[in-house]
C-alpha cells in the first residue's frame, strides 16, 4: 500500500536524517518535507549522519511548499497528536486505527502520516484535514517524544499491521550431535568424575543416567560433545598429575 510520510516545517536537520532512518528499517521510503527550516535539509551533513545508511530515502525525498502538494494522491490522512483536541477528527492509537482501517472492507488508495514541528507539533487547520489523529500511548506524565522516535514507532505499527517482516532467526539453525557421539562423551565424562572422587564406581547410584537425561534434554551439537570431552580430558590430566 502507498505509504508517505509528511514533515511540516521541521526545524532540526537531524531529525530528517532519524525519520528516514526509521522509515527504511520498516521498508517505506516517501518522504515529503513541507517548508523545512533549511532549504538544503536532505544534503546537510548532520541529516545525512543520523541517516545512517538511509541515503536512498534522502535522495528520494521532496521538498514542496504547500501541504497540498505533499498530500497528492494520497486518500487517508493520520495526523499525530500528543493530545485529544475538543474538535476535530477522533484521537485513537496507532494500532487501533490502523486495525480498523484495514478491517474495514476495501483499503484505502494511499495513506499519509503527518508530524508538525518539534515545537509547536501540527497547526488546528492541519489536522482538521485528517481522519484521525493517532497519539501513541505513554507514560502518563510524560509524552513528549522525539520527532523520529515517533515516526519509527508508528513506521513500526503500520508495518505489523502490514504483515510485518519474518524476524531472522537468533542464531543458525546446528545439528545435534547423534547418540553414539553422545554416549562416548558419557563414557569419557564418568571417567573423569571417577578420576577426581566425584562418582563412586562402587556406588554409583543413578548418577550417570541422570547426565544421560540431561544432556538428552540439552541436545548437544557435535561441537559442543567436543568442548565437553576437553572438559573431561583436562580433568583426567589434572588427576594424573595430582597422583604424582
Sequence with gaps: MQTRFVL???????NVGGVARAMKVMGFDDLVLVQPRWANVL??????????????????????????EALDGMSHLCATAMTPRDFGPPTRSPREHF?????AGEPPGGVAF????ERFGMRNEDVYRCHVALSIPTAPGF??????????????????ALGGFEAPPVVADRAQADAKALSGMLDHLEQALVAVDFLDPAAPKKLMPRLNQL????APSDEEVHILRGVAKAMLQTAEKAKR
Design 143 to 160: 509524552g513528549s517524544l522525539n520527532l523520529a522516535a515517533a515516526v519509527q514507532l508508528i513506521a513500526y505499527d503500520w508495518r505489523l
Design 215 to 218: 544432556f538428552n534434554r540439552a
Design 99 to 103: 486495525t480498523g482501517l484495514l478491517g
Design 114 to 117: 503527518l508530524f508538525g514541528s
Design 43 to 68: 544534503r546537510r551533513e548532520e541529516t545525512i549522519q543520523r541517516a545512517s545508511g538511509a541515503n536512498d530515502v534522502l535522495a528520494r525525498a521532496r521538498i514542496v511548499d504547500t501541504l497540498d
Design 8 to 14: 511540516i516545517q521541521t526545524s532540526h536537520a537531524g
